[in-house]
């Protein structure tokens, strides 16, 4: 079957673990409810791939790493501000596992990211630091890839990242917002938002 994107076109499914769900150790609110949007999403394209937040335990950006800190706290790391966020996507853990009701049969790439021990990385393409690569432009480039479509958890967090980064590495971006969630905190929603459309981001239902 062959979805209605053609082939310079690719889907990228931000980060939809257990933990960022209700009931998760970050859960976003309605986190789970994508996931019937995301699979149909998924059937409209010939090439899917999925982001998988990856962090080893004691992680930077645990608030537990940190004496005295607590969840959704901000300090200054070596590469500037830092959320901290309760202890989420251990490695190997089953909240770092994909929702079981995802239909991840025809993903062609799972991308982690977050791995290294000291930097955070909300986008699919650049970690934190602003600095450290994860690949992902460089494969979507060698794969022909011209416009990126982001949907998943959270818009306001690693989806608004990726698709800032998305459209910096040259890529025609669209974030499906039916198909994501918001964590939604200090208005950080509005916030990104309005910096994707300035970005040239399509917004779209
Ligand atoms: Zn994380």
Redesign the pocket.
């Known amino acids: 079957m062959s979805g209605s994107h053609g082939d310079r076109e690719v889907l990228i499914v931000t980060d939809p673990q257990l933990d960022f769900c209700p009931g998760g150790a ?1 859960a976003v609110p309605g986190g789970d409810q994508i996931v019937p949007a995301v699979n149909r999403l998924a059937r409209s394209f010939n090439h899917v791939i999925v982001t998988q ?1 990856w ?1 080893p335990a004691g ?1 930077l ?1 645990f608030a537990s790493a940190h004496p005295g800190r607590a969840p959704f706290e901000t300090i200054e790391v070596a590469y500037g501000p830092q959320t901290l ?1 309760p202890d ?2 251990v490695q190997g853990t089953p909240g770092a596992t994909f929702h079981p009701a995802l239909d991840l049969a025809r993903v062609e790439l799972i991308i982690r990211k ?1 791995y290294h021990a000291t930097i ?2 909300y986008s699919a393409f650049r970690e934190n630091d602003r600095k450290t690569p994860t690949g992902l432009a460089g494969y979507l480039r060698e794969r022909g890839f011209e416009r990126v479509t982001l949907c998943g958890l959270a818009s306001d967090f690693c989806v608004y990242y990726s698709a800032i980064d998305a459209r910096e590495a040259g890529f025609a971006t669209a974030v499906a917002l039916g198909a994501s969630r918001a964590i939604d905190i200090d208005g950080s929603l509005a916030q990104a938002l309005q910096a994707m459309r300035e970005a040239g981001v399509e917004l779209l239902e």
Request: net charge negative.
């Open positions: 970050l937040d962090h992680h950006s966020w989420h996507c977050g955070d990385s």
